[in-house]
């Protein structure tokens, strides 16, 4: 990434946290990263994490920099743009990590013709392992493109979709994708349980049968699928187990479910967007 490009958060919370540090680890100069917090004791404790420079005001941050992320609630990301509307520096990249938020109300919020891009990261992300959905608007330049790639890569891996719609697709899966997981990892864990497993070993195979068939899904050269049929002996135990799975519609169950959070993202970025 070019060291020459500053760039500035708004919001210094987790997000803005786990990304500073993937771009530290990634050897992006601390000199070009400004940060601005509403929350003084959380500015000096990142000042002492990263020695970089920080402001309470953000119109001043935005005075600074090429990037802005925003990472601040949904919630106040209309109040924060109105902010900027007047104090960006020509051909500013916005980066907006705000869930639900939708671009074009970002950019009527900032006065218009602003180049966003909008992106979906997630909780793994502060372990370095999210995997974040990014939607550019019309006025985002293919190096702008190319920046906001690097930028998200430093906390996992990153793609585009092609159309904003998509973000709430990219929400259902894996935005609230880790919840489903935590989910499987409960009912495995109680199911260990009434089987008659203490908790804690119940819980420890849990997850780690979690993280060892994830990096069996990331690494092998096989298909979910594949990989699936390889560990299903006829008349063996998984079979046993995944007959009992699609019995129940499993995959019906999941689809539901993903369906859900798909209208409720759609839902929520109208409430969001309204306003003004
Ligand atoms: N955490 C995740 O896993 C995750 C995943 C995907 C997307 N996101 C998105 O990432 C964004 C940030 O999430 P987060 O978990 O990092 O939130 P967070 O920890 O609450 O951080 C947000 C920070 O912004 C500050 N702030 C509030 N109003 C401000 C203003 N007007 N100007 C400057 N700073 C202000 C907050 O201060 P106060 O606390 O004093 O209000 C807080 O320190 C959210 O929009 C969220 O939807 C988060």
Redesign the pocket.
């Known amino acids: 990434m070019q060291n020459l490009t500053t760039i500035g958060f708004?919001?210094?919370?987790?997000?803005?946290?786990a990304i500073i540090s993937g771009l530290i680890n990634n050897g992006f100069c601390a000199d070009n990263i400004k940060i601005?917090?509403?929350?003084e004791s959380?500015l000096s404790l990142r000042k002492q994490e990263f020695n970089l420079e920080v402001f309470t005001d953000?119109i001043e941050l935005a005075a600074h920099c090429d990037v802005i992320i925003?990472?601040?609630?949904?919630q106040?990301?209309s109040?924060?743009c109105h902010?900027l509307k007047d104090s960006l520096k020509a051909n500013t990249l916005i980066i907006s990590?705000?869930?639900?938020?939708r671009a074009h109300d970002i950019d009527r919020w900032l006065g218009g013709n602003a180049a966003i891009v909008r992106t979906?990261?997630?909780?793994p992300?502060?372990l370095n392992q999210g995997v974040t959905g990014m939607f550019a608007n019309e006025c985002v330049s293919d190096t702008q493109k190319e920046l906001a790639i690097s930028i998200l890569d430093s906390v996992g891996q990153s793609l585009w979709v092609s159309t904003e719609k998509m973000l709430d697709a990219v929400t259902a899966l894996s935005?609230s994708g880790p919840a489903y997981f935590f989910l499987m990892i409960e009912s495995m864990t109680n199911a260990g349980i009434a089987l008659g497993l203490d908790e804690q070993t119940a819980q420890t195979l849990s997850i780690q049968t979690a993280l060892g068939a994830s990096m069996m899904a990331d690494t092998s050269n096989h298909s979910p699928k594949e990989l699936r049929a390889n560990v299903t002996s006829p008349n063996g135990t998984t079979q046993a187990a995944i007959e009992s799975f699609q019995d129940q519609n499993f995959e019906m169950v999941v689809a539901h479910a993903m369906r859900a959070a798909f209208d409720r993202s759609s839902e929520l970025a109208s409430e969001l967007g309204d306003s003004d």
């Open positions: 708004i919001g210094a919370g987790n997000m803005a946290y601005s917090d509403k929350n959380l953000n925003l990472a601040v609630k949904p106040v990301l109040s924060v902010q990590i705000a869930a639900g938020v979906m990261p997630n909780t992300a502060l935005g």
